[in-house]
């Protein structure tokens, strides 16, 4: 059975760092875009990070360029999204997904309007206070 299933989310004051995991089960991603993304209260889900497996590239939302970081574990069955110098307007439900993309769609991975989230785990709560 395909799983995603976030960790790390919690409260922490504007300028502080979390570091958000995800362990994903069921089949190998070894060539997937796997994405973080984010949905608060009355607004629109947005695509906060994605990385392809099979080479890494990646793409990162204007907002959180310089601040957030995604990466994969060495076995490609874990995601993270280290977040530094959080603001009050990262608040939201962030979310672990990941789409199938051969390697010669790979670019279509970090360029934004192309994710349909096929998989996605349950999220985890990302509270900034100022």
């Known amino acids: 059975q395909d799983q995603l299933v976030e960790s790390g989310g919690g409260s922490v004051q504007a300028g502080g760092s979390l570091r958000l995991s995800c362990a994903a089960s069921?089949?190998?991603?070894?060539?997937?875009?796997m994405y973080w993304f984010r949905q608060a209260p009355g607004k629109e889900r947005e695509a906060v990070a994605a990385?392809?497996?099979?080479?890494?590239?990646?793409y990162y939302v204007d907002s959180v360029k310089g601040r957030f970081t995604i990466s994969q574990g060495n076995a490609k069955n874990t995601l993270y999204l280290q977040m530094n110098s959080l603001k009050p307007e990262d608040t939201a439900m962030y979310y672990c997904?990941?789409?199938?993309?051969?390697?010669?769609?790979?670019?279509?991975?970090?360029?934004?309007?192309?994710?349909?989230?096929?998989?996605r785990g349950q999220g985890t709560q990302v509270t900034v206070s100022s």
């Open positions: 069921g089949r190998t991603y070894g060539s997937y875009c």
């Open positions: 997904a990941a789409d199938y993309f051969s390697p010669s769609e790979r670019d279509r991975c970090v360029t934004p309007g192309n994710a349909q989230y096929t998989y």
């Open positions: 990385i392809y497996t099979g080479g890494g590239r990646t």
